[in-house]
């Protein structure tokens, strides 16, 4: 495992106001480090979702601290938080967030268009994200024309087309079947091996579990147990 990409210190993070206010984190500490995959698991409710926006600059923590890439986010601006984000970061959602009117390689390439990207290896880019997630014959296919699986695999390609030396995934195989789900892992877990990239994964599904380096579980808002995982295998 190389140098962390994302550190957490001591996060604290209250959300909502007044009699609605609640504590969502108390006293959270972690690290991703590049080259491992991680798993974070907890009920609902817990706080995995609010700690991986505040690992991914979507919030802020009310206390604390985030470093990303060795960069801290404490008095960032907002515009800031949006740079930090675009530049280090990848998302993976549960519910894809793919536009249906664009193709697949559109809806990769796009991850670059936000950035101000429009150079003309932007194509050359996309099509090299989609063969790494194995749908170089779907680049020109719509997402209703998409299983859920290669759906999920063009997310994927999205989320790692920017070298963003963090993936966090929210759930990604909560939609898919075991078979689905399987090629979803393989690809998060190929990413990791890479060794420049970390990806932390959160999930409720058993089926993954043995592809991960380390389990973290968190609870009530507290971390109450990580390590290794010894059953990790990189093709369970």
């Given amino acids: 495992m190389s140098d962390p990409v994302v550190e957490a210190n001591d996060i604290v993070k209250f959300l909502g106001h007044g009699a609605a206010r609640v504590q969502a984190l108390r006293g959270v500490s972690l690290s991703l480090g590049g080259g491992e995959l991680v798993m974070l698991m ?12 505040v690992l991914g600059c979507m919030l802020s923590p009310s206390m604390g601290a985030v470093r990303v890439c060795g960069r801290s986010t404490a008095g960032l601006a907002p515009e800031q938080l949006t740079q930090l984000r675009r530049d280090h970061i990848g998302f993976v959602f549960q519910s894809y967030h793919l536009f249906p009117t664009l193709t697949a390689i559109d809806n990769v390439r796009l991850a670059l268009d936000v950035r101000g990207d429009y150079s003309r290896c932007v194509i050359d880019r996309a099509k090299e994200a989609l063969a790494t997630v194995g749908l170089s014959h779907k680049t020109r296919s719509y997402p209703l024309e998409l299983s859920s699986g290669e759906q999920q695999r063009v997310a994927i390609a999205r989320a790692i087309i920017g070298d963003a030396a963090a993936i966090l995934a929210d759930e990604p195989t909560a939609a898919l079947d075991s078979e689905n789900g399987h090629a979803v892992m393989s690809i998060l877990a190929g990413i990791a091996r890479q060794g420049t990239r970390g990806v932390l994964v959160v999930t409720h599904d058993p089926r993954i579990l043995p592809f991960a380096d380390r389990i973290i579980h968190i609870e009530d808002g507290r971390i109450v147990r990580k390590g290794s995982n010894g059953g990790a295998s990189a093709s369970p």
């Fill in 42 to 53: 907890g009920p609902s409710g817990s706080g995995k979702t609010t700690l991986l926006s």
